[in-house]
């Protein structure tokens, strides 16, 4: 066993690393405050590569392995997880189930355009009905021949008013339950296709998240990803590796947020001394350090699971469930190590906090990750 990074993957989380400081650090607060969409960043994310990471270079991705795509998400999340999400679901969501599932046409028309960053993509599968329950698919795509007649309302979508490229789930045959769902591209501009008002959100305020109207959207037959019926396996395999970027996501934020508390507490005297000589305070980091540690291992061996083709649906619900606990509980210590200053925007620490909560609903709830896991344990 060996915990050790390659050459490689040094230099690739310290690209990341710079990027992140350099570029995403700037104007991070006023974008929070604005719901401002890092547009200029995203172009600069998709030269950097970092928007097809793990795409076969063929079809212009970075060829990249699933632990490079962790140190990355890590990286872009301990500074400015808005922008980590946009890149989480191009990969993950959107590029990743085109290359696995889709036609060789699909992914030259595509993917060669989403894994370089001209296209930015969203997925598209929850409804105002079906969340967590997301078999319950209201959405329905009739088939018409030579195109499905595509009617009803995603919410939440990530990327929503943003993307050149929908993932759409939908139901084909509500008699099949499971297995009457397919998943379809949308392109945006299609006729019947609307993008409503941008939600306004606690955290992650600068990714743009929207609810999509579909009215009598025709989508051409070529347009459905994998055989007939197979939408709802595809959602789930995808959103396994979906999960592994969040995980990621969670750990960059709470990572994030105890170097922010660990240099704060070196600085910070009270009582004659820095607080970080304090045990209320150097306890507190010892337990961040400790399940920020833990998280990293579940998130890469995950990501490990991934890349040597074994199973990794549990492995990533575990990863996701642990690290987003780590991130929602050690950002909350992370403003209360900063006291009055923790509360005040120019810290940083109150964003990572509201940032955190997400990381605990999306692509799968934790209570969601606890099904996965637990049904997956029972019928070993
Ligand atoms: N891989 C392949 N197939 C799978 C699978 C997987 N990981 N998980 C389930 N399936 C298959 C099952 O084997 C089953 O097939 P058979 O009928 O042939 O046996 C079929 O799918 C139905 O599975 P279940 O009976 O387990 O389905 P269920 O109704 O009990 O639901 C669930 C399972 C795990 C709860 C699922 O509904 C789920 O994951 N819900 C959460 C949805 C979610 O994560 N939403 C996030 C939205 S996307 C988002 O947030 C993106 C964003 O913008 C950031």
Redesign the pocket.
């Known amino acids: 066993m060996d915990f050790s990074l390659s050459e490689e993957h040094i230099m690739i989380r310290d690209a990341a690393r710079d990027f992140a400081q350099t570029e995403l650090l700037l104007g991070v607060i006023e974008r929070d405050e604005k719901q401002h969409f890092p547009a200029e960043l995203v172009k600069k994310m998709g030269d950097l590569g970092f928007l097809g990471i793990m795409v076969d270079p063929k079809y212009g991705g970075s060829g990249m392995d699933t632990i490079s795509y962790v140190l990355i998400m890590e990286e872009l999340s301990k500074i400015d997880a808005s922008a980590s999400?946009i890149v989480s679901?191009n990969n993950s969501?959107v590029c990743y189930g085109l290359e696995a599932f889709g036609t060789e046409a699909q992914k030259e028309k595509y993917l060669t355009k989403l894994a370089t960053g001209e296209f930015v993509g969203a997925?598209c599968?929850?409804e105002p009905e079906a969340?967590?329950?997301?078999?319950s698919q209201k959405t329905s795509a009739i088939d018409k021949g030579d195109y499905y007649l595509l009617n009803g309302t995603k919410n939440?979508?990530?990327n929503g008013g943003r993307a050149d490229v929908y993932i759409v789930i939908a139901q084909t045959d509500k008699h099949k339950g499971?297995?009457g769902i397919n998943a379809f591209i949308v392109e945006k501009g299609m006729e019947g296709f609307h993008v409503g008002p941008k939600e306004n959100k606690l955290g992650i305020r600068g990714s743009d998240t929207h609810t999509l109207q579909f009215n009598d959207v025709k989508v051409p037959k070529e347009n459905r990803i994998g055989d007939d019926g197979a939408g709802?396996?595809f959602a789930?395999?995808t959103?396994?590796g979906?999960r592994i970027g969040i995980a990621a996501q969670a750990l960059g934020i709470a990572a994030g947020a105890y170097e922010l508390a660990l240099k704060y507490s070196k600085e910070r005297k009270a009582f004659g001394t820095e607080i970080c000589n304090h045990q209320a305070i150097a306890f507190k980091l010892a337990d961040m350090y400790t399940d920020i540690e833990a998280a990293r291992h579940l998130v890469m061996k995950a990501a490990w699971d991934k890349d040597q083709g074994n199973n990794y649906?549990v492995s990533s619900a575990m990863a996701k469930l642990y690290a987003s606990k780590v991130a929602m509980e050690h950002t909350v210590e992370a403003v209360q190590i900063h006291g009055g200053n923790g509360f005040v925007k120019d810290y940083h620490v109150e964003r990572l906090m509201r940032d955190a909560k997400i990381t605990q609903i999306?692509?799968?709830t934790s209570e969601?990750q606890k099904?996965?896991i637990s049904r997956n344990i029972i019928k070993e």
């Open positions: 999400v679901v969501l997925f599968l929850s969340g967590s329950d997301a078999t939440w979508i990530t499971s297995h709802f396996r789930m395999k959103l396994s979906g649906d999306y692509e799968g969601i099904i996965v």
